[in-house]
């Protein structure tokens, strides 16, 4: 019975392991839709969006087949027109390119070399010549850069593209701003929705948190009681082997006429045997007692993260819907100017990314705020976007 302890201990161990990695395969679509799927690829190296999706399709082929065609990789550049490739190359390192391009195929370089001049292109090719054998992790985080950079251009043409709107629309009519006091109240119900979904997620996620804590519990006690159970009945199995042991040895002694020799023995056999019994019953408390630390752990692990979560996805949707919806912006900040009463100058700092459209909206801004005040706008790199 020495490997007893280890060999159940062991037990409770690999099942509180298959129990928590069991909350990673959920399904993860419920967090955030498939496009929060596709942004956290996008945003990891090749091998690891590698691993993912080869293990996604075994588990969900049809997810992982939109997963893909929603997704942008380095050799969807081929599908770029040739205006935007050119703007690529201006805007990305030419060391991530060479990197990107030493394992590419033909059709890709082509669609690279084809939007340089030629003497860029010749230069490419023999710098990369030079360059030798090079790790495959390398070249993966080098497309992964590039990759991000596409993606940022895109958002950077949709945001001056809607700036471009709001300079120059002209002048506004009566309608044209009635509309937008529709549009103002329809973006404040909007928000308001927004918190709602937000702190519904954050209830059900709290929820699911608990849930999962007490199934993890009960699934913990009712192993170890298992495990308990089974401990008693090879203690009991031991007892009675040992039993039959003793009464061979009696039978023994007894027709060897050694009658005090074998009471001794007996009585010191039973004595042995308690205390092993004891020492047994002392370790399988122990695996009790391990379980429900397990337990508590799990609990303690679980709620932080699901907190996070939620509050991770609260931040996400509100950010998601600035950005679909940047006149939400104006209208907070021209709530924020109409409650200032102060007089000389009042500066409004904004991020980089947003100061064209802030600023070309300044004159309307200025008329929220008291007349005896001037409107300073200015971009500040420490604003969140």
Not at 282 to 289: D, N, Q, S, Y
Not at 300 to 310: G, H, S
Request: charged share 35%; glycine share 4%; proline share 2%.
């Amino acid at each position: 019975m020495d490997s007893t302890s280890p060999e159940v201990i062991s037990q409770v161990e690999r099942v509180l392991e298959q129990k928590l990695s069991s909350t990673v395969t959920q399904d993860y679509t419920n967090a955030g839709g498939i496009e929060s799927i596709v942004q956290i690829l996008n945003g990891v190296d090749r091998g690891t969006e590698r691993t993912i999706l080869d293990s996604l399709e075994i588990q969900d082929p049809e997810l992982a087949e939109e997963i893909k065609k929603r997704m942008f990789v380095f050799e969807d550049i081929v599908n770029v027109d040739d205006r935007s490739i050119q703007r690529i190359i201006r805007d990305i390192d030419n060391g991530d390119l060479q990197l990107a391009l030493k394992v590419a195929s033909e059709e890709v370089r082509d669609a690279v070399f084809r939007n340089m001049s030629k003497r860029m292109s010749e230069t490419f090719k023999e710098e990369m010549e030079f360059m030798g054998p090079v790790r495959l992790r390398d070249v993966e985080e080098a497309q992964t850069r590039i990759v991000g950079t596409i993606r940022r251009l895109e958002e950077a043409d949709d945001r001056k593209r809607l700036e471009n709107h709001h300079h120059y629309g002209g002048s506004e009519s009566e309608s044209e701003l009635n509309g937008e006091r529709a549009e103002g109240s329809e973006a404040e119900m909007l928000q308001a929705r927004v918190d709602e979904e937000t702190q519904r997620l954050t209830a059900e996620m709290l929820e699911d948190a608990k849930e999962f804590a007490e199934k993890q519990v009960r699934e913990a006690s009712e192993e170890a009681e298992r495990l308990l159970q089974e401990a008693r009945e090879q203690i009991d199995s031991w007892w009675q082997e040992q039993r039959q042991q003793d009464e061979h040895l009696t039978e023994a002694l007894r027709s060897q006429g050694f009658q005090q020799g074998f009471e001794e023995g007996k009585v010191q056999a039973e004595l042995d045997l308690q205390v092993q019994i004891e020492e047994m019953m002392k370790e399988a408390r122990g695996v009790l007692e391990e379980a429900y630390v397990a337990k508590d752990q799990i609990i303690q692990e679980a709620e932080p993260f699901l907190v996070d979560l939620a509050c991770g996805i609260a931040e996400k949707v509100i950010d998601k819907q600035l950005s679909v919806e940047p006149e939400h912006t104006l209208e907070l900040i021209r709530q924020n100017l109409s409650r200032k009463r102060e007089q000389g100058m009042i500066t409004l700092c904004v991020a980089p990314d947003q100061f064209s459209f802030v600023q070309a909206a300044r004159e309307e801004l200025a008329l929220a705020i008291d007349s005896q005040a001037e409107l300073q706008i200015l971009p500040d790199a420490t604003m969140p976007e």
